[in-house]
């Protein structure tokens, strides 16, 4: 099955600072690869996705790249303001699998 | 507006006395996930509806059970919870299967055990 590692676990940046975070995946017919952010107690939210066919994707501060030779895709934010602290969950799936497979979430602090 | 609603918020129930919890979904998707999330863990699925058709995670617990009476709503049924079944319950749905489609979130249920 599936496999995805997220790194860091844990990320703190300054008020205006860019941050990012990595993450591989195993199964090379993994073709979906969704962003979520949980801040305490909430719902996972959907930030940002992109699929297989596409290098980069953007909607305003943040970006996502995907590397499909690697397996790996990563998320930036830029100018990052403290109501973008929370947890950070990368996934993936595709193919036949409909599961989403989850990393195991980056703690995001952004101090002011 | 809430598009994905989960009752109640909070949910707190005896050890060994059955609790369900319930999700409803604006929508109009045919694939409705159970989730269980514990502190500081990714979301774990515990089983998916795709129509009517239930699909349950080899390593759901048999103590874990859901219904789905229509396309709107989905139960959470736990037979006999114990201590280590406390955590977050997360309803998702999506449009159809395949990898492909975004899932959107409730906002959870928080079950405490006593």
């Known amino acids: 099955g599936e496999n995805v590692e997220q790194h860091p676990s844990t990320l703190s940046v300054q008020e205006g600072d860019s941050a990012v975070i990595k993450c591989t995946y195993s199964?090379?017919?993994?073709?979906?690869f969704p962003w979520y952010k949980q801040e305490l107690g909430k719902r996972p939210q959907l930030i940002i996705d992109?699929?297989?066919?596409?290098g980069e994707k953007k909607d305003q501060r943040i970006a996502v790249t995907l590397n499909k030779t690697a397996k790996h895709f990563s998320l930036h934010i830029t100018e990052t303001q403290p109501e973008d602290s929370a947890v950070y969950f990368c996934?993936?799936?595709?193919?036949?699998?409909?599961?989403?497979?989850f990393g195991k979430g980056t703690l995001l602090t952004v101090n002011p | 507006d809430a598009m994905v609603i989960q009752n109640p918020r909070y949910q707190v129930t005896q050890f060994g006395k059955p609790v369900t919890l319930s999700c409803s979904q604006t929508?109009?998707?045919?694939?409705m996930y159970w989730y269980q999330q514990k502190s500081s863990q990714a979301p774990k699925l515990l089983f998916h509806?795709?129509?009517?058709?239930?699909?349950n995670e080899a390593d759901t617990p048999d103590n874990f059970q859901s219904r789905r009476p229509n396309t709107s709503f989905c139960f959470l049924d736990i037979r006999s919870p114990g201590l280590g079944d406390a955590a977050m319950y997360l309803c998702?749905?999506?449009?159809?299967?395949?990898?492909?489609?975004?899932?959107?979130f409730g906002d959870g249920t928080r079950l405490s055990i006593l």
């Open positions: 998702a749905t999506s449009r159809e299967m395949g990898g492909r489609q975004p899932q959107h």
């Open positions: 199964d090379s017919a993994s073709n979906y």
């Open positions: 992109i699929r297989s066919n596409v």
């Open positions: 996934a993936a799936s595709g193919g036949s699998n409909y599961k989403l497979t």
């Open positions: 929508l109009n998707h045919n694939v």
């Open positions: 509806y795709y129509d009517k058709d239930f699909n």
